[in-house]
């Protein structure tokens, strides 16, 4: 006898049914201009048929904004499937500021004011950027007011640094023309200090003369 055997057969069309996040990414906290570092970040994504898939590689990141402070949710998606997870972006704060290079001019007369050009500043943050500051030192109204050595105070911040300059009395005009006037031809000099004066004619500026002798 001939029989007949039929077999049903059904094809179950095996589809992405979720996906899981495994493990978060071994970076969640930025500063602000960072860039998003997923290392770490696992996804497996789950069949209907239960069989499953790392499609870590696979899903599109969104919602990260390295200039905006604060939590941010990023997303994952696979085709229509999505998961989240938070990262938080920080402000650097700045922790140090130190004078890489001081002004150009550090001796002043009474009355001069301060002069901050060819000032530098090295300023550091807990991100561990640094910038040199080169700019935006102006010290418009910061006037000489007394003789003698003076400290001037940076405030950058809440970090307040310090130099020191030293401030000269300004000569009597008429005192140095009838002194000059006098001794000029015929007069010996000892311990003079005049670094960076001139000593031109009747007029001698900036200069502390002491010990000087005048021959009859």
């Known amino acids: 006898k001939n029989f007949a055997l039929y077999v049903q057969i059904t094809v179950n069309k095996v589809e992405p049914d979720f996906i899981t996040l495994v493990s978060l990414p ?3 906290q930025y500063f602000c201009g960072n860039a998003l570092d997923l290392t770490g970040l696992e996804i497996i994504l789950t069949y209907t048929n239960g ?4 499609v870590t590689d696979k899903c599109v990141i969104s919602g990260y904004e390295p ?7 990023i997303t994952a998606t696979y085709e229509n499937l999505a998961v989240s ?6 402000e650097p704060t700045l922790i140090n500021v130190e004078i890489i290079k001081e002004p150009d001019k550090t001796t002043y007369y009474v009355g001069e004011e301060l002069d901050t050009t060819g000032m ?17 030192l102006e010290s418009e109204g910061v006037v000489m007011k007394a003789a003698g050595k003076q400290e001037i105070s940076i405030t950058v911040a809440t970090i307040k640094i310090s130099f020191f300059v030293t401030v000269l009395e300004k000569d009597d005009p008429t005192e140095s023309t ?5 001794t000029a031809e015929a007069s010996t000099v000892a311990d003079t200090t ?11 500026s900036g200069t502390t003369v002491s010990d000087t002798t005048v021959a009859d």
């Open 194 to 204: 005049a670094a960076g004066t001139t000593v031109a004619g009747t007029t001698v």
């Open 26 to 28: 071994d970076k969640t």
């Open 51 to 54: 069989s499953t898939e790392d």
């Open 67 to 73: 200039l905006k402070a604060g939590t941010q949710t």
């Open 178 to 182: 009838a002194e000059i006037t006098t």
């Open 120 to 136: 530098q500043l090295k300023l550091t943050y807990d991100s561990g950027d640094t910038v040199i500051l080169t700019e935006g």
């Open 85 to 90: 997870f938070e990262v938080t972006v920080k």
